[in-house]
């Protein structure tokens, strides 16, 4: 009681009541940190996982089986389809039927008196015209046509075909996009990691500068700092031009995979391969094209197709034979029938009968000049056909040498980093101890940083040339269904 009573103590026990009450608070506020960390981690690590990483692969089927060229493509054949249906739809019948109906005279049966014929019809008035109708019809059968339908029919086989394999050609050139802007996502981050590894190198000769600064040090001089800004301009630039290249050629992969803007993805490599791979001779590569290549069975088949186009068309100049159903049904109810086979009443008769026929063109030069222009653009896929074999050869042995090229280019750059590389370290152990210049080190740095852009520029043109030369050569890259 006494301790209560006492001013002193009060003020102590009020003095622990609030060290109670602020832990109570502290230790609730520590509470919601908590919370908000491990809500926050577990929304970072949803995020993570809702984010798919996708393989080079991966990006190739998606592109391939979400591409609206490649459906572009498919629409095309769709017509050339329907161009086939049309040239069997006319091995059928074909039915042509006529209807007609207006006002007529009525009229009665001629009668004989005397040996003459008399017509005892009322007159021409408003009052004696009655109404008709009139339905004539033909139905006809082709027989023989000199090969007009059969060769059409070819001629559309064949080109439904040649549309099939544009629909190769175009997967073969989306492979070789995704291909180009996935080493070049590779590059761009490679890049960013460079400058930024090239920014901590300044970073820290700035830092020695400054300590042999303060020291006093004979080998370094208050300008070396300009120096070390002067040098890293190009780095910085350098990294600018990464992020702004990786940014680019996201979105474009984004696109071509046919994402919603809003989901992103990442991609399973962060180094460019730089595995040599062992070529085979040029001369296989370019018998591989001759024989897989789409363009070259595109041709095949637009060949075909022009060659039954002329045969078509010189067929045109021959008759075509079938067989005819005629018919003719007509009625006016104020006119009397009349069963007379001489005499036809083209408003009052019915009648119907079979008959064969022949249908022959002729014309002056029209025909000829068709066919003339048939065969011109036949001989003009031939010449196509003569300049993409020499073409794409080139093209094979083109790419091949450029593989080789940059092989040799990545293994040199590839010892050149290292030794710019040690060259650096050496040059920065001499400057500590005083016998280096940050001249040195500084060259060292940028020689380094050059050694180490031209070997990622090397490793991208070495992947891309490989994977043109996959396309030059016909390979199907892609896993999806035909």
């Known amino acids: 009681m006494r301790f209560f009573n006492n001013r002193k103590g009060r003020f102590a026990m009020l003095k622990i009541y609030s060290s109670i009450r602020l832990i109570q608070v502290l230790g609730v506020i520590i509470g919601f940190g908590l919370i908000f960390i491990f809500q926050g981690e577990a929304l ?276 075509s034979f079938f067989l005819a159903l005629e018919g003719s049904l007509a009625g006016a109810p104020g006119r009397d029938k009349l069963d007379n086979p001489y005499i036809n009443d083209e408003f009052n008769h019915a009648y119907a009968g079979i008959l064969a026929g022949l249908k022959w063109n002729f014309d002056f030069g029209i025909s000829c000049a068709r066919v003339d222009k048939a065969q011109a653009e036949y001989r003009k896929l031939l010449y196509t056909r003569d300049s993409a074999k020499r073409n794409i050869s080139i093209h094979v042995a083109k790419c091949y040498h450029e593989v080789l090229e940059w092989e040799k280019a990545v293994n040199a750059y590839r010892k050149a980093t290292a030794a710019a590389r040690k060259w650096l370290i050496a040059a920065i152990a001499d400057f500590d101890m005083g016998i280096g210049t940050a001249q040195n080190m500084l060259n060292a740095i940028e020689k380094y940083g050059e050694n180490k852009g031209r070997y990622l520029e090397a490793a991208l043109n070495y992947n891309i040339s490989q994977a043109e030369l996959i396309y030059a050569a016909g390979v199907k890259d892609w896993q999806v269904c035909e």
Do not use: W
Not at 51 to 57: E, N
Not at 127 to 137: K, Y
């Open 44 to 319: 970072a690590e949803k995020q993570k996982q809702e984010r798919p990483v996708l393989s080079l692969q991966q990006l190739i089927d998606m592109a391939v089986a979400k591409s609206p060229e490649i459906d572009e493509s498919r629409s095309k054949i769709d017509v050339a389809k329907s161009n086939l249906k049309q040239v069997k739809a006319a091995y059928y019948p074909q039915i042509d039927i006529t209807g007609v109906t207006g006002p007529v005279n009525d009229t009665e049966e001629p009668i004989i008196i005397n040996n003459k014929i008399h017509d005892p019809s009322p007159g021409t008035s408003l009052s004696n015209t009655g109404i008709f109708g009139r339905l004539d019809f033909t139905v006809k059968q082709p027989i023989y046509t000199f090969g007009k339908l059969f060769n059409r029919e070819e001629a559309a086989k064949s080109g439904i075909k040649a549309r099939e394999f544009d629909i190769v050609k175009k997967k073969a050139e989306i492979v070789f996009r995704v291909k180009q802007l996935y080493y070049g996502l590779i590059l761009a981050r490679q890049g960013i990691n460079a400058a930024i590894d090239a920014e901590n190198f300044f970073d820290d000769a700035r830092r020695r500068i400054i300590r042999l600064l303060k020291l006093d040090a004979e080998n370094v001089v208050e300008s070396d700092l300009y120096r070390i800004d002067a040098f890293r301009a190009g780095s910085i630039r350098s990294g600018a031009e990464a992020e702004k290249g990786a940014k680019l050629t996201h979105f474009a992969l984004k696109s071509l995979i046919n994402l919603p803007p809003e989901t992103e993805f990442d991609i399973i490599e962060y180094a460019l391969p730089t595995n040599d791979k062992n070529l085979a001779e040029l001369t296989n590569y370019i018998q591989k094209a001759s024989s897989e290549r789409p363009e070259f069975k595109q041709l095949k088949e637009a060949l075909n197709a022009q060659e039954f186009q002329v045969k078509a068309v010189r067929s045109d100049r021959y008759p």
